[in-house]
């Protein structure tokens, strides 16, 4: 017959003198984190006076942000004043400019109604107006549309009629009724002409 070894398993006892012993050092850890924490957090006078801080600056940034909307409140009138006296006022420097003009007509109208006024010097000062007129129209970007001997072009002709002429070029341009006009390029009056067929 065998015999059987058994082995003599003992339980593993603590005894609660040993649990201490083993909990002790951790617990005397976490007070004495707990301790140093404590003593990182700020006092109440601590947070008090941060809180005024803050509560200053949310002041002061609301302030800069009221000052800012009056700013802008501000800027759209003069702006929207500035734009409504440019539309008022944009022809101001064109009315001068034309008042010269003006001028020249009175003056010729004064020199015709004398009666040592010729045809000639009527003519005359007629003709120096109409060259005021145009110098006047040029500086702002008019110019006179007169196409005589030029090709049809129906982007700023209009043709009033057609002639058949056999000696001329076809689709010309033979005679101007009407000038025309453009400002800046842009089309303000087609010149009206007569077009050879």
Do not use: C, Y
């Not at 702002?140 to 030029?150: I, K, Q, R, S, Y």
């Amino acid at each position: 017959m065998t015999k059987k070894k058994t082995q003599n398993k003992k339980p593993v006892e603590t005894s609660v003198e040993e649990e201490k012993k083993t909990d002790a050092p951790v617990e005397a850890v976490d007070i004495e984190a707990a301790i140093k924490n404590a003593s990182k957090m700020p006092a109440s006078d601590d947070l008090e006076s941060q809180l005024a801080q803050a509560q200053q600056s949310a002041k002061d940034n609301w302030d800069k942000v009221l000052r800012a909307q009056a700013e802008m409140e501000n800027l759209k009138r003069r702006n929207a004043k500035d734009l409504e006296n440019a539309h008022k006022f944009a022809l101001d420097g064109f009315v001068k400019a034309l008042l010269e003009v003006k001028d020249s007509l009175t003056m010729g109208l004064k020199t015709a109604n004398e009666e040592t006024a010729t045809i000639e010097s009527i003519l005359e000062g007629l003709e120096m107006t109409d060259k005021v007129f145009l110098a006047t129209f040029e500086k702002f970007g008019v110019e006179a549309l007169n196409p005589t001997g030029e090709v049809f072009n129906p982007e700023f002709h209009e043709a009033v009629t057609m002639v058949p002429m056999p000696d001329k070029e076809s689709n010309s341009v033979l005679e101007v009724v009407q000038v025309g006009f453009t400002l800046n390029g842009r089309l303000v009056r087609p010149a009206m002409v007569v077009v050879v067929q």
